[in-house]
C-alpha cells in the first residue's frame, strides 16, 4: 500500500522540478532578446530603413548639459565641426571623460526629408553600451526609437569618429 503513494510522489515531485528548469530557461532567452544587438547599426528613419555610412561625435553641450553628441549620416561625410544635426543623434551627458559602460542617451533625435516635406521625431532613453574609447573614436552599442512601430528606430554597434578641431 505504501509502495502505491511513494512511486507516484517520486513522479509529482522530479515533474515539478523539470517544469521549473525549463521556465528558468525561458527567462534567461527572454532577457538576451532585450539586449541590443552587436551586429552593425541599423534601424528605421521615417519608416524607411536606414543604415549610417558616416558616424562622428562631438563634445559638446545639449540643454546646457554637457557630454558627447553623435551624429549618424545616411551619406559618407566629411568632418565639419558645424554641421548641426545628423539624420538620426544621440546624446551622452558626462562632465568628464566619456568611459566603458552603460549610460542613458536623451534621444535618440530622427531628422528626415520627405520630398519636400521635412521633419523630426524625439525619443527619450536611449540605451547605449560604450565598449571601447581613443582619443578619435568611441565604439559601442546604441538602441533607441519606436522599433515596435517601425516608423524611426536604431539598433547596433558602431564606432564613431572624432569630428572637432
Known amino acids: ?13 522530479c515533474s515539478t522540478f523539470f517544469i521549473s528548469c525549463s521556465t528558468d530557461e525561458t527567462d534567461e532567452e527572454s532577457s538576451s532578446e532585450s539586449e541590443i544587438t552587436t551586429a552593425a ?15 562622428h561625435f562631438t563634445k559638446g553641450e545639449s540643454f546646457g548639459d554637457a557630454g558627447y553628441e553623435f551624429k549618424l549620416f545616411s551619406e559618407t561625410e566629411e ?7 545628423g539624420d538620426i543623434s544621440f546624446f551622452i551627458e558626462s562632465d568628464v571623460e566619456l568611459t566603458v ?6 534621444g535618440p533625435y530622427f531628422f528626415y526629408t ?12 536611449a540605451e547605449v553600451i560604450i565598449t571601447e574609447v581613443t ?6 552599442r546604441v538602441r533607441g526609437g519606436d522599433s515596435e512601430k517601425g516608423e524611426n528606430s536604431i539598433d547596433g554597434a558602431f564606432t564613431a569618429t572624432l569630428c572637432q578641431k
Open 1 to 13: 500500500m505504501k509502495r502505491k503513494f511513494i512511486i507516484p510522489s517520486l513522479v509529482l515531485a
Open 41 to 55: 547599426v541599423s534601424g528605421f528613419l521615417n519608416s524607411e530603413a536606414f543604415t549610417p555610412a558616416t558616424t
Open 79 to 85: 568632418c565639419d565641426e558645424f554641421q548641426s544635426v
Open 101 to 106: 559602460g552603460e549610460y542613458d542617451g536623451n
Open 114 to 125: 520627405d520630398g519636400e516635406d521635412f521633419g523630426t521625431a524625439s525619443y527619450f532613453g
Open 135 to 140: 582619443e578619435t573614436t568611441i565604439s559601442g
